[in-house]
């Protein structure tokens, strides 16, 4: 007996993960394990956050902004119970180009903007489409990203002084940094080495200790100790507040709306897709099921309030959310604390902040634009399969030369094609051959390779051709459908279609069908479909593929029988 799944209602569709969480035994020791992984995750997103922030060419109290209220929201309302939300690498791009263009006003407002098409997607439950972005697209604009990433901290890295605005593109970025080289800081290009050495020695002796934040503190400790001439967060921003702002919305016209919509959609996209993806690298590592389209909703609540406090757009971040998993989190709840423990920092230790190196956070996101390449799974693309290939380096070349979104839609159109490619080539037609008796298989078999219903007699009648279709039939394969089945006997009295082996069937594919039937009609045969599922034959009935013209038979067998008489 089937026994059929019952579908989740609306209301458990979107219930956070928090509340489920607490619903259950949820104990003390599970909040101290909870308030340890929150701490961790604070001490790595503190610095993280801060470098993101003045990479995206906005002051670095927003980064924090967004970790604190994007991050706390990201753990109350989502759908993952080890989701860890907050500014990206993955948006440094994105919001620096809109910074150039619509400026911090204009920023924030796209990231209202993304915040509400984000709830529209989850509430219309169409988080389960994003996650059809294909494997070689992620792994081509994540490339992209690093690469982009990686080359807007060299002048940082380097302590360069350029002579105009640094450009936004990649060529006029590495020409104007390449003339600059000669303005090398070698203080600066000291703290950078020191801070890298740092983070490389401890994640390879200590893993289980902060990174980033003590690879930070001591090339802070240093610069100030030998007085180094470099740029700090104090002399390029005069520090950080100490306390949040009040919240308000941004300047509101319909100009501006419609100005920042393109970034907004970008920002929405490039959310949605990370946000999910690192819900389910939370999934593999702890055998947990989110839910995407509360995942989502709560992504666009957070974005929404990042925005109102003045903060970057928010998505969920896979190495915090991994720091959290493996940091022995138990619930949503480390991530509220992560935020909190956050908020402490901002308030009791901000004038420290002025003390931070500019090359030292740079260092930072070159660390982590190296880890974000996913070398391996690049260079395993590429000799996978042309197809692939194509995909992958349309992507990357396209984000690194040209635009993140215009990368990621051209390597999911191509990525499509290439699916629909292999799909039609997928679909079969055949027609069985005649058997002579010492050539007959067991009648008995069973599998794979057992004689069909057809075999033998009906292959050798000539007033009966029967032929089978096996595998998905939709639009990419109807033409080569057609051109068999019109080659497929010449005037025979009956043929019989088996459509048991068509899981799908699309309107383009029905039509091919309705051809094909209305002109055996006018050359006097008689169709017979056997074996057609329920889906399958609504399809073909709606486009009138339906007696008298076609006559539908449970089988290939009953079909023959019916054909006899």
């Not at 259950?24 to 610095?47: C, E, K, M, N, Q």
């Not at 006003?105 to 989850?122: D, F, M, N, P």
């Not at 306390?243 to 393109?262: D, F």
Request: proline letters at 6%; charged letters at 15%; one cysteine or more.
């Amino acid at each position: 007996m089937m026994v059929q799944s019952r579908q989740p209602t609306f209301l458990e569709l979107f219930t956070p993960k928090l509340v489920t969480t607490l619903q259950g035994h949820y104990r003390l020791s599970d909040f101290r394990a909870d308030a340890v992984a929150g701490l961790t995750v604070a001490i790595v997103a503190l610095p993280l956050s801060m470098a993101i922030a003045i990479a995206s060419g906005v002051t670095p109290d927003r980064g924090l902004y967004a970790a604190i209220i994007g991050g706390f929201i990201v753990s109350a309302l989502g759908g993952s119970r080890f989701q860890i939300g907050g500014p990206a690498g993955a948006f440094i791009v994105l919001v620096a180009a809109t910074v150039e263009q619509h400026g911090v006003e204009g920023l924030i407002l796209a990231t209202l903007l993304s915040g509400l098409i984000l709830l529209a997607i989850g509430l219309l439950r169409l988080g389960t489409f994003i996650k059809y972005i294909p494997y070689p697209v992620t792994v081509g604009f994540t490339a992209g990203i690093a690469v982009i990433i990686f080359v807007s901290q060299i002048k940082e890295l380097l302590g360069l002084t350029l002579a105009g605005r640094e450009p936004g593109q990649l060529v006029p970025k590495l020409q104007a940094l390449v003339e600059a080289l000669p303005t090398v800081n070698w203080a600066a290009v000291l703290t950078a080495a020191t801070a890298i050495g740092l983070i490389v020695s401890v994640r390879r002796y200590r893993p289980h200790w902060p990174a980033f934040l003590i690879a930070v503190g001591l090339a802070s400790a240093l610069a100030w100790a030998a007085n180094l001439p470099i740029e700090t967060i104090g002399s390029r921003f005069g520090g950080i507040p100490r306390a949040l702002p009040a919240p308000q919305l941004p300047a509101l016209s319909l100009e501006k709306l419609v100005a920042v919509l393109p970034a907004a959609l970008s920002f929405a996209l490039l959310g949605g897709i990370e946000s999910l993806l690192s819900a389910v690298v939370a999934d593999s590592m702890s055998g947990r099921r989110h839910r995407s389209n509360c995942e989502l909703v709560a992504q666009g609540a957070a974005n929404v309030a990042s925005a109102l406090f003045g903060g970057l757009c928010v998505t969920g971040t896979i190495a915090r959310t991994a720091t959290n998993v493996r940091s022995g989190a138990r619930s949503p709840v480390a991530g509220m604390l992560h935020a909190l423990f956050l908020l402490l920092f901002m308030l009791a230790a901000a004038p420290l902040a002025s003390f931070i190196p500019l090359a030292a956070l740079a260092a930072v996101l070159a660390v982590v634009a190296w880890n974000m390449a996913e070398k391996h799974e690049f260079a395993t693309l590429i000799r996978a399969s042309r197809g692939d290939a194509v995909v992958l380096l349309a992507t990357f070349l396209l984000v690194v030369f040209r635009d993140l979104t215009e990368g990621i839609l051209v390597g999911f159109g191509l990525g499509t094609l290439l699916f629909l490619h292999r799909m039609a080539q997928a679909v079969d037609v055949e027609r069985p051959q005649p058997m002579i008796e010492e050539d007959r298989p067991d009648t008995h078999a069973v599998g794979p390779d057992a004689p069909g219903p057809y075999n033998g007699s009906a292959a050798s009648d000539p007033d009966v051709v029967v032929c089978r279709i096996s595998g998905a039939f939709f639009f990419g394969a109807a033409a080569a459908v057609g051109a068999a089945l019109d080659r497929i006997g010449e005037h025979p009295k009956t043929y019989i279609i088996d459509f048991s082996g068509v899981p799908f069937l699309d309107s383009t594919a029905a039509a091919t069908i309705e051809g094909f039937a209305r002109k055996a009609r006018w050359q006097g045969t008689t169709v017979y479909i056997a074996g057609a599922q329920p889906t399958v034959r609504r399809v073909l009935l709606t486009h009138g593929v339906k007696p008298p013209g076609v006559r539908f038979r449970s089988s290939v067998a009953s079909a023959l029988t019916a054909a006899e008489r």
